[in-house]
């Protein structure tokens, strides 16, 4: 006999499909304008964004969290690769900086799908919560002439730092900008060099995450229709559709205008996000 829960969720009522649709297309749009506009990685956008968007269609669970990790950065295969080449094409990615960061980069990622697949979604809310806390606060706050040292650290200290790159980015469901243009800018990297060598961090982290991703068992009662693993493919196509559409406004209106005042506002919205992450997350 077929399990009604399994038959809703792979044949959802039309009116949920739409609605599911309707919040994925602002969801896309949004997460490409700002990644157009202000550099940052659709990620950390879409990871809250896809959170509430399912519990406000009902889906729920211990997963869910994966889930929107997983999708998020499935979406983000796609994103970065195009924005690899199109970077590469000006000779602005730093190919040096990813050949020595790559393999730490990849590991720390795959131990990232490790740990978020054996973690409750309110603890992944935490996490989530607590990282783009201090995201936002850095993107608020920090100022470019800012510096750790004058060249990427190498020997011990990287092999430390690119696992953790990796490691924190999955546990966010991010690419690689959100730490590693930081990383860069904090080391001397010139920041158009540092965000297109961020694009390759992203292919990194996302290749290998999503692969593992797409091995994990979600509860079909508790997951939205056409989910494989823990990426559901509705919410992959559309926010890809949109973001490819969205982005280049984004950008022409980051060549319109001074973007720095936005990324302050940006970080506040950021750290009003976290905190309401963590509110959630402590049950409250």
């Known amino acids: 006999m077929t399990d009604p829960a399994m038959t ?3 044949w959802p009522e039309p009116a949920l499909l739409m609605q599911m649709a309707g919040l994925l297309l602002v969801i896309g749009a949004f ?5 157009g506009l202000l550099g940052v990685g659709g990620g950390i956008v879409l990871v809250p964004a896809f959170f509430y968007a ?3 269609l009902g889906y729920g669970g ?6 929107c990790l997983a999708t998020s950065l499935a979406t983000i295969i796609v994103t970065s690769v195009r924005s690899v080449l199109s970077h590469n094409k000006k000779g602005a990615v730093d ?3 990813l050949r020595g960061w790559g393999i730490g980069i990849a590991l720390g990622a795959i131990a990232g799908v490790l740990a978020a697949s054996s973690l409750r979604s309110s603890v992944l809310q935490g996490v989530f919560g607590g990282l783009a806390l201090v995201i936002g606060c850095y993107l608020g706050l920090g100022r470019a002439n800012w510096r750790l040292a004058e060249a990427m650290p190498k020997g011990v200290k990287r092999l430390a730092l690119s696992p953790a790159v990796g490691f924190l980015s999955v546990l966010m469901g991010i690419g690689g900008g959100s730490f590693g243009v930081p990383l860069m800018t904090l080391h001397g990297v010139p920041v158009h060099r540092a965000v297109a060598t961020a694009a390759g961090f992203g292919v990194i982290i996302a290749v290998p995450s999503v692969a593992g991703f797409l091995l994990l068992d979600l509860d079909p009662a508790v997951r939205p229709p056409f989910t494989i693993g823990a990426v559901n493919l509705v919410a992959f196509f559309i ?3 949109m973001t490819l559409i969205t982005a280049p406004w984004g950008v022409k209106l980051a060549h319109a205008m001074d973007p720095k005042p936005l990324k302050r506002v940006f970080g506040a919205f950021l750290v009003l996000v976290a905190l309401n992450m963590l509110r959630k997350a402590f049950g409250h």
């Not at 211990?62 to 889930?67: A, E, N, R, T």
């Open 95 to 97: 190919w040096q900086i």
């Open 239 to 241: 926010v890809i559709a």
């Open 31 to 35: 997460a490409g304008m700002l990644a």
């Open 8 to 10: 809703a969720a792979l």
């Open 62 to 67: 211990d997963q869910l969290m994966q889930m």
């Open 54 to 56: 399912f519990q406000t």
